[in-house]
């Protein structure tokens, strides 16, 4: 019985280290995440594999409680406790489908990767090791996600020493010849640090100012600039008509976030907007769970979920694929909007409350790795 203490205490430590250090916010860390199969077949029993479920789980997010302490501008409590409420998916799926019969393991952790895939569990399906495929298997598109899945299945099986093998060395030539997604040529993110006041500061001043910075980044050949997340603030007719005089005579088309506000709540969006007018181009499928998301308030006034809505947009003759802050944390939108070939990839967010945690790294990392897999270009822009 110590022994399984002792063996169940070293499995909880490598999953910690195995999640602290794929879910760094380095993109070529990332296949790190795939030791986790490795450790969760290795649990001696239903109990450790828990165990080993929950800490690889909460060392992965454990920028949660200090980000959405600074969102709230509370103390650490609040985010706590939605850091071990989100983890309740994961370690529950992965709990409920280990077994001791050790041929059953495949089908079972098959099982528990496409649960946390895809909603209802994979709401909260952070740190899900297929998001390493990208790493391992730049441009190989879903043949690479099927090697992937492959690996995973190997790694929980006896002959998980030559799998690992194969594809660390798969990690290895990839991170000898890796590169970034490229970004397309008429295209360009614009990174801020306006901190909280970006999209809460409404004034026309505010407004003038984004108009000016804009202004400032077109430049011969750039047709399409994109802003971070809540750019515009809310979006309506006043914003609408200022942009658009303000665009008069230029090429460029704007896309930024924004709100819309309705009588049931609001919507996060995406809007474009050019010398010919505006409009709303993408709605939020997968806004973040609790602080805007809010199914279980009967009356809630948040953002709603249609988690297979507008995967693609198009603007002006092209696919567009757009990921708002939370969804690039899971994995089911970006594989959704794949399956409609975008040409491009438009990752935005608001990550001011992040400050001092890894969240927007792991965010432009797993953008990335997705970007990669598919080999498609792709425009970022944050505002920290």
Not at 87 to 113: D, E
Not at 167 to 196: C, F, I, K, N, Y
Not at 314 to 330: D, F, H, S, W
Request: net charge positive; with cysteine.
């Amino acid at each position: 019985m110590r022994r399984d203490h002792v063996g169940t205490a070293a499995l909880i430590g490598l999953a910690i280290a195995a999640a602290s250090i794929g879910w760094s916010g380095q993109v070529l860390l990332l296949p790190t995440a795939l030791a986790f199969p490795v450790l969760w077949t290795h649990a001696p029993n239903r109990m450790a594999a828990g165990l080993v479920s929950a800490a690889y789980f909460l060392a992965a997010s454990h920028g949660l409680p200090q980000g959405v302490a600074t969102f709230y501008s509370s103390d650490l409590w609040p985010g706590l406790l939605l850091w071990l409420a989100a983890s309740v998916s994961f370690f529950g799926v992965h709990t409920v489908l280990w077994t001791s019969v050790r041929t059953k393991r495949p089908h079972r952790y098959v099982a528990a990767g496409i649960m946390m895939g895809l909603p209802p569990f994979g709401i909260t399906g952070w740190a899900h090791p297929i998001m390493a495929a990208g790493v391992l298997f730049p441009g190989w598109g879903w043949w690479g996600l099927a090697a992937t899945t492959a690996g995973l299945i190997g790694l929980v099986t006896r002959i998980w020493p030559a799998v690992a093998i194969a594809l660390a060395g798969a990690w290895a030539w990839s991170a000898a010849t890796w590169s970034d997604p490229e970004v397309p040529h008429s295209w360009r993110g614009v990174d801020w640090q306006m901190g909280a006041s970006l999209g809460r500061e409404a004034g026309l001043q505010r407004q003038r100012d984004l108009i000016a910075t804009v202004q400032k980044e077109a430049s011969d050949g750039v047709g399409y600039i994109v802003l971070p997340e809540s750019a515009l603030g809310f979006w309506t007719p006043t914003v609408e008509r200022l942009w658009t005089r303000a665009l008069a005579g230029s090429p460029v088309t704007v896309i930024a976030g924004a709100s819309v506000i309705g009588a049931d709540g609001y919507d996060n969006v995406l809007v474009a907007v050019s010398a010919g007018g505006g409009r709303v181009l993408y709605r939020q499928r997968m806004p973040v769970p609790g602080s805007m998301w809010q199914p279980w308030w009967g009356d809630s006034k948040g953002a709603p979920a249609d988690f297979f809505a507008n995967p693609v947009v198009v603007l002006n003759g092209y696919k567009v694929a757009p990921l708002i802050c939370y969804e690039q944390l899971v994995a089911w939108p970006a594989l959704q909007s794949m399956l409609h070939d975008p040409d491009v990839i438009v990752a935005v967010g608001n990550g001011w409350w992040t400050a001092n945690t890894s969240i927007v790294a792991i965010q432009r990392a797993s953008a990335g790795a997705f970007a990669r897999l598919f080999d498609k270009p792709l425009v970022i822009s944050f505002n920290t």
